[in-house]
């Protein structure tokens, strides 16, 4: 084996008819990070017969002397179950990459370990990943663990929710829980509508997901130009008409139900048992009636403020292999109480069930299903869909030059 340099349209004939493929290993992808501080190269493996084995777009950055870091996202595209061949590539790998001067080398394969339910049960698991996790670590990379999220300095989550979109959507729907099939009610009663903004202005998304993703703007901007043509982004607005309406009619009829609550509580012909259900059931007719009065006190502000509307929601969305990716999504903290990202969701598997996407990767959820589990609440945005969970493998490093980079370490300590 050799690592030699591959042009983007060599790379890209060989990773598409990869099983692993995946955008992250694309020249798409290479040409839209390279804005962004890392540079690229696209590397292939090949035999003695210059028989292509393994790929990958490769970021890498100048630190050191002249030296490199290297990183391959979701890569080495590469057949893992071959015992020998794992063990070739990191031999290779050590002396070639040092000859480009590399002196660290990360990567996270694109290899499931397995599937899971919302509550971490394993519903399908991948029979050859011990054996390749294995391969993986005899030839010498060192694995960094079963990471639950971001810890270790991790450049991905192992973790992903993917939403699959084989049933029929009333089907779908039902198989949600109840608590996010509540909040899709609650979102649609107050009169919000989604729309697909065909110019791809990310202006609004931008506000709603600037403080979590800690990115400029012109980072989703250029990997919308690059992608073009696969790239949707979705807008969920408040109608507020409807809104007030709504509010409104929900309110007066809160209002009905609570006095009748009252009335019977005040029947004196009920025995104590009873009417303490009654009490019961008042005193969440009360709260609920509080939260229809706030939201018609904020309908009615909306109206006057936003008559035609004001967006509440946003998504930038990559449809890649049959496939719908969320790059990013957020809400207007200030609405929260609208529930605008679950109807976000719901109304995106609506549309791409009905373009035939096999699924909607939802991105980063933790790998800790606990209840205390400090990203309980990101799990809770996203598993209540009948959301399935990959556990991917996770990262491997390579030190290729020892010293240089323990020096370098050294050097860079806090």
Excluded: C
């Excluded at 493929?21 to 493996?45: D, R």
């Excluded at 020998?84 to 499931?112: C, G, Q, W």
């Excluded at 399908?124 to 060192?142: M, Q, V």
């Excluded at 109608?239 to 005040?266: C, G, M, P, W």
């Amino acid at each position: 084996m050799k690592v030699i340099n591959l042009s983007p349209v060599q790379f890209d004939e060989y990773a598409e008819k990869h099983p692993n493929k995946t955008y992250y290993q694309s020249s798409k992808y290479g040409e839209f990070i390279k804005h962004f501080g890392s540079k690229t190269e696209y590397l292939g493996i090949v035999d003695d017969d210059n028989n292509i084995l393994g790929a990958s777009l490769v970021l890498f950055r100048d630190v050191f002397m002249g030296n490199k870091i290297g990183y391959a996202p979701r890569g080495f595209l590469f057949d893992y179950e071959d015992k020998e061949r794992v063990a070739e590539l990191a031999e290779t790998l050590k002396r070639d990459l040092a000859k480009k001067k590399y002196m660290y080398f990360i990567m996270d394969p694109s290899v499931a370990l397995s599937v899971r339910d919302k509550t971490g049960e394993i519903v399908n698991l991948n029979h050859n990943a011990e054996s390749t996790l294995d391969n993986i670590k005899a030839a010498g990379f060192s694995y960094k663990g079963e990471t639950k999220y971001l810890e270790n300095g991790s450049q991905k989550s192992r973790w992903e929710g993917v939403i699959t979109l084989n049933q029929d959507i009333r089907d779908k729907f039902n198989n949600f829980d109840k608590r996010t099939r509540s909040k899709i009610r609650k979102a649609s009663s107050a009169g919000l509508e989604i729309h697909k903004d065909d110019k791809k202005d990310i202006k609004y998304v931008y506000e709603f997901v600037k403080k979590k993703e800690r990115k400029p703007i012109s980072y989703f901007q250029e990997f919308i130009k690059e992608f073009g043509d696969n790239i949707d982004v979705y807008y969920v607005n408040v109608n507020t008409e409807t809104y007030i309406i709504n509010s409104r009619r929900a309110y007066e009829k809160e209002v009905e139900t609570n006095d009748n609550l009252a009335e019977i509580i005040q029947d004196p012909s009920i025995d104590q048992k009873t009417r303490d259900e009654y009490i019961n059931k008042k005193m969440k007719s009360d709260t609920q009636k509080e939260i229809y009065k706030n939201n018609m006190i904020q309908s009615t502000k909306l109206l006057k403020e936003y008559p035609k509307g004001i967006p509440v929601a946003g998504a930038i969305v990559l449809r890649y292999d049959n496939a719908a990716y969320i790059i990013t999504e957020g809400i207007n903290e200030k609405y929260k109480n609208l529930y605008a990202g679950y109807f976000l969701k719901w109304k995106m598997i609506e549309e791409y069930i009905s373009q035939g996407i096999k699924y909607i990767n939802l991105g980063a959820v933790s790998g800790d299903f606990t209840a205390d589990n400090k990203y309980k609440a990101l799990n809770e945005s996203k598993l209540g869909f009948n959301t399935l969970v990959t556990e991917n493998i996770g990262e491997f490093e390579l030190i290729i030059k020892k010293l240089s980079y323990n020096l370098y370490l050294n050097l860079n300590k806090k």
